[in-house]
């Protein structure tokens, strides 16, 4: 009986050497920092700047516990709030932060845990937006120093974040932009803006069109004019050298000039066509059929037999005869 009292004895002391042994050991991870606490207070800092290497820790169970913080950089999203600048616009901001704890003990003593932590630094980061927003242009927020406010707006959150233990590694604004109402508005005058443009330049350019293709016209009909005038005058200029030339032909020989006006006259009228002609045989224009020397039939010259120039008593000259 006394043997079983004691194993019991035994049993339970070795449990409470291994409850008490638990209780006893901690760690802290490679990007963990702990507080130990004892009674409430701070008893010792761990890995938090380097100095104490992460590991195997002891504490004295029942009496001390530790709070453990993350050591990585941690995300802070932000609401999206409405602005108005100082040009009288609204503008809906939608903003991130991203922090680390450079102090846990006074992160524990002013925010406790990262929960209250991110409430308070919204309201930091909050309202450094809007004073410093409020007094800048919209332009100057969408485009030319967005840059420079929000390292502005990061250092004025950093001021107040110290006192919690920690630091603002990145603040950035992820959109600008325009209430949804606005932007109605803004995108309809937009649209009229770009419709009267281009209502002006189709004007400009019907107008150009009108007075290039007027000055065309213009062009095409001097050119035209000149032309006629410059063809005319050839044409004139051909009808007097034809008419000279004509004219100095029938004076070498008229009697040859008419019968070749003659031929051209056959051989024009006499082409083969659906036209007929109804001539007498004895018109002028059949001259040269019934006399190769164009005599008129029924004239005396025609009747009278030629004499050859050998025989005695002729009175015509060649000049006749031919």
């Known amino acids: 009986m006394n043997n079983q009292a004691l194993r019991t004895g035994l049993m339970i002391a070795a449990a409470a050497v291994v409850v008490g042994l638990y209780a006893s050991v901690f760690t802290v991870g490679q990007m963990q920092q702990a507080l130990v606490l004892r009674f409430g ?74 929960a209250r932590a991110n409430t308070l630094l919204a309201s930091f980061t909050n309202s450094a937006l809007r004073n410093l927003l409020a007094r800048s242009t919209r332009d100057a927020i969408v485009r030319t120093q967005r840059a420079e406010l929000m390292n502005q707006i990061q250092a004025d959150v950093n001021r107040q974040a110290k006192e919690l233990g920690v630091e603002i590694v990145d603040l950035r604004m992820t959109r600008v932009d325009l209430p949804a109402q606005n932007s109605t508005a803004v995108y309809n005058r937009m649209k009229t803006e770009r419709q009267r443009e281009a209502a002006d330049i189709r004007a400009n350019g019907e107008q150009a069109a009108v007075t290039i293709r007027a000055k065309a016209d213009r062009d095409v009909t001097v050119l035209i004019s000149e032309a006629t005038q410059t063809a005319e005058t050839l044409r004139g200029q051909g009808d007097a050298d034809k008419n000279r030339i004509l004219a100095e032909a029938y004076g070498k020989d008229a009697d040859f000039f008419s019968f070749y006006r003659s031929m051209q006259a056959y051989e024009t009228g006499l082409k083969g066509s659906d036209t007929r002609l109804v001539i007498s045989p004895s018109s002028d224009f059949f001259r040269y059929f019934s006399d190769p020397q164009g005599r008129q039939p029924g004239t005396p010259a025609a009747r009278a037999p030629a004499r050859s120039p050998a025989e005695p008593g002729t009175t015509g000259s060649t000049d006749s005869a031919r």
């Open 41 to 114: 207070g701070v008893r010792a800092v761990l890995n938090q700047t380097g100095t104490d290497k992460p590991g195997l820790y002891f504490k004295i169970p029942f009496f001390e516990n530790v709070v453990l913080f993350d050591k990585r950089v941690l995300d802070l999203d932000l609401p999206v709030q409405t602005l108005l600048t100082t040009d009288r616009q609204n503008l809906e901001v939608d903003a991130f932060a991203r922090y680390r704890i450079t102090d846990p003990l006074r992160f524990y003593q002013s925010a406790n845990n990262v």
